[in-house]
C-alpha cells in the first residue's frame, strides 16, 4: 500500500510522528515552573491586587447604582 491508503485507512508505521520524548519533557518542567513562578507571590503583592479588585467592584456597584436612578428616571412618569 502507498502512504496516501495507509493515511486513509487509518494505518500509520511507527515512525510517522517522530517525537523527541526527552525535549517534551524539558518543555512540561519548563512550563511547570513558569506556573510555579506565577503562583507564589509574596503578601504584600496579593493585598495590593485584592485592593484593586475591591476598587473596581466599588466602581462598578457606583456605576449600576446610577444606572438604576437613570433606568427609573426614563420609566418613571416624567418620561410618559
Not at 484593586?52 to 462598578?60: A, D, S, T
Request: hydrophobic residues 30%; glycine residues 2%; contains cysteine.
Amino acid at each position: 500500500m502507498s502512504e496516501k491508503k495507509d493515511f486513509q485507512n487509518k494505518c500509520f508505521s511507527p515512525n510517522w510522528i517522530e517525537v523527541d520524548l526527552e525535549e517534551v519533557t524539558r518543555q512540561h518542567v519548563k512550563r511547570e515552573e513558569r506556573l510555579e513562578s506565577k503562583r507564589r507571590k509574596d503578601l504584600n503583592t496579593l493585598l495590593k491586587e485584592l485592593d484593586e479588585i475591591k476598587q473596581n467592584i466599588e466602581k462598578v456597584a457606583e456605576k449600576q447604582h446610577r444606572l438604576a436612578n437613570l433606568m427609573g428616571f426614563y420609566s418613571g412618569e416624567f418620561a410618559q
